[in-house]
């Protein structure tokens, strides 16, 4: 076999054994959260939106205008941040199933309701 061939497979063998780190690392919105549980899964609130807001990436959701959304958790503001809730919206129509859950600016939305009180403080990941 020529040189090149070896050298091929040699590469091959050393990407299968070593994958190289792909993705992109993006910033933490804070170090810590208010929820109402331990795990963040119970809901705190119910919020409408008084806003329409494009996600600029996948960490969050898009909301529109007058559409629900269940609130989960509300991040912990730090230095140079902007305050934002994690929360599921739900389709055009608020059909009774779960939507994307993502974080979302809380000045665009009211609280319509408070289920619980969100006084558990939890690192966020």
Not at 79 to 99: C, I, L, P, R, T
């Amino acid at each position: 076999m020529p040189q090149s061939v070896y050298l091929v497979v040699l590469l091959l063998c050393l990407g299968i054994m070593c994958p190289l780190v792909t993705g992109i690392f993006m910033d933490k919105l804070a170090s810590q959260k208010l929820c109402a549980d331990d795990d963040c899964v119970h809901t705190i609130s119910l919020a409408r939106a008084e806003e329409d807001y494009n996600a600029p990436d996948c960490r969050f959701i898009n909301i529109k205008k007058g559409q629900l959304i269940y609130v989960y958790s509300k991040l912990v503001k730090e230095k140079d941040s902007g305050e934002f809730w994690a929360g599921s919206v739900y389709g055009e129509q608020y059909e009774d199933h779960m939507g994307t859950v993502g974080y979302f600016p809380s000045s665009l939305v009211s609280e319509q309701h408070v289920y619980q009180e969100a006084n558990k403080t939890v690192p966020t990941t």
